[in-house]
């Protein structure tokens, strides 16, 4: 007799709501949607888990910034009596920081799944090109938040980041300006970071999630071309809730390797930033920037009469505009051809990632 | 309504549904409770000095006026009377913290937020100030002016 009132209640704001919002149409679609199963299917968890940690970016972001001071007098200073005075400030702190790495990295895998199983082939070439612009924005989140505790390392890996666009042709002076409001890394960088990592970069993400999300909505997952030929019938399992609470599973282990780092290894704050001390020996940038940094090292100081690092700059550029239009000029795959250089350029570009960040790690800093 | 089907294994549903809103509600409270220790912020590092020495000269403030000074992180007030006294008090107003002022002309405190007078002794005689202003005891040494809190 109690449960069917309580049901009545429940079929009652379910009307209310549905009236008003269209929860029946939801239904449908959640109903509707179901994910492809075969033996690829394991990278279609890695989007979702690295949108989780941009939620826990999100989450921890707001927090930290009840307690951060954007200038150059009080920024290092916050962040201490953060980590110092703030019950569980040094949690919170991890797990921004650690979750940044992690998501950059479940990032990566994502990318390269994506590019090794084809799914940018069309219909999806927006879909990839959306990913690539939030792989930009993401790398841009980390480079702008390392600055912002202001210590040693994050103020010459800004000096050393920004002083790269500084040597691009033609708009590099320009660029380096705008980058550092001003000449030289100062409180004025520290404060233009900071509006570009809380206000610009989440308004610009925001956007493209959503742009991404509609099209994976729009288009189902991709089945990648050696499944579709191979098979004639199609397993699928239901969206809700088999996928979700698979995806939810997922999340989960992220959250406890996330919980681990952040709780075993807590970030460190370092020495305060100081303009007018020399670098500091085995200063590195961020590991995804590590092959970048390595790369530019390797380049004589002269090619052909040109700047190394200019080429450097160069090659990185057309490397990333190749990549943003991998779905177009991978013609075989478009056209439903098996592609081998493409899985080879995918598989060459991890190598040539894999290694120069080894190399970076493991090389000798005073040499 | 036609019954509900009863579950072929009761024991084991309701284990399991107990599992996961136990497991919910336990990952639940491990997020709430750091997350609300940290909203409340540490006891700020005041300054508990209970003197402190004014940058102004006693012959810088004229009789019947008065002004301003840092008592800590509270601001203060330095007034010299008409009959030439130097007195100060807490600046705060005891109605709504706001920050009061000496008025030359009527040759007492006042707050301008909402009308509120003191005089001289900082007793609140009109406007809606409930009590009077906190007063400090003034040391004058020499050239220095040294305030300390009372008891």
Not at chain 1, 81 to 103: C, Y
Not at chain 1, 266 to 274: F, I, S, V, Y
Request: proline content about 7%; charged content about 15%.
């Amino acid at each position: 007799m109690r449960m069917g009132t309580l049901e009545q209640h429940y079929k009652k704001l379910w009307n209310w709501l549905d009236e008003r919002v269209g929860l029946a149409e939801v239904e449908k679609l959640a109903r509707k949607k179901e994910v492809p199963v075969h033996r690829h299917s394991v990278w279609y968890y890695l989007g979702g888990m690295t949108l989780f940690l941009f939620m826990i970016q999100v989450a921890t972001g707001i927090l930290l910034i009840f307690y951060y001071r954007p200038s150059a007098e009080e920024a290092f200073e916050s962040v201490k009596f953060l980590m110092a005075e703030v019950e569980f400030g040094w949690l919170i702190r991890s797990i921004h920081s650690w979750a940044a790495n992690l998501m950059i990295f479940t990032l990566f895998i994502h990318l390269f799944s994506v590019w090794l199983l084809k799914a940018y082939r069309p219909p999806r070439e927006i879909t990839w090109l959306s990913g690539i612009g939030l792989m930009g924005i993401t790398m841009a989140f980390g480079f702008t938040g390392y600055l912002l505790p202001w210590n040693e390392l994050a103020f010459f890996a800004t000096q050393v980041g920004t002083e790269i666009t500084g040597a691009i042709p033609v708009i590099g002076s320009f660029l380096l300006r705008v980058s550092r409001g001003g000449e030289e890394v100062t409180g004025a960088t520290l404060t233009r970071f900071y509006g570009f990592h809380i206000a610009v970069l989440p308004a610009l993400t925001t956007l493209l999630i959503g742009l991404h999300l509609f099209f994976v909505q729009k288009h189902g997952m991709s089945v990648p071309p050696s499944v579709e030929q191979a098979t004639s019938s199609k397993r699928v399992m239901p969206f809700v809730p088999n996928f979700m609470l698979r995806d939810m599973v997922g999340w989960l282990a992220a959250l406890a390797i996330l919980a681990a780092l952040a709780a075993y290894l807590p970030t460190e704050l370092g020495q305060k930033a100081d303009p007018f001390a020399p670098a500091p020996v085995g200063i590195k940038p961020e590991w995804y920037f590590m092959f970048m940094f390595k790369t530019l090292k390797y380049l004589p100081a002269h090619i052909l009469g040109i700047e190394g690092e200019v080429i450097g700059i160069l090659g990185f550029g057309v490397g990333g505009l190749f990549l943003l239009l991998v779905p177009f000029l991978d013609r075989r795959t478009a056209r439903g051809e098996q592609s081998h250089l493409f899985t080879w350029l995918a598989i060459a570009t991890i190598v040539f990632m894999i290694v120069l960040t080894y190399l970076g790690y493991t090389e000798v800093v005073t040499q | 309504m036609p019954e509900e089907v009863p579950s072929r294994n009761p024991n084991r549903r309701t284990f399991i549904n107990w599992f996961l809103a136990t497991s919910a509600g336990a990952f639940l409270l491990a997020v709430l409770y750091p997350v609300s220790r940290y909203l409340v912020p540490p006891p700020a590092g005041e300054s508990t000095a209970a003197t402190v020495t004014l940058p102004i000269k006693p012959v810088d403030v004229k009789p019947n006026s008065g002004q301003i000074f840092k008592f800590g992180s509270r601001p203060g007030i330095l007034i010299r009377t008409p009959a030439g006294e130097l007195r100060a008090f807490a600046a705060s107003c005891t109605h709504l913290n706001c920050t009061v002022q000496y008025r030359s002309d009527l040759s007492h405190i006042w707050c301008a937020c909402h009308n509120g007078h003191f005089d001289l002794n900082g007793k609140n005689i009109a406007g809606p100030p409930p009590r009077p202003l906190d007063q400090y005891i003034v040391n004058v040494r020499g050239d220095e002016i040294v305030v300390s809190k009372s008891a």
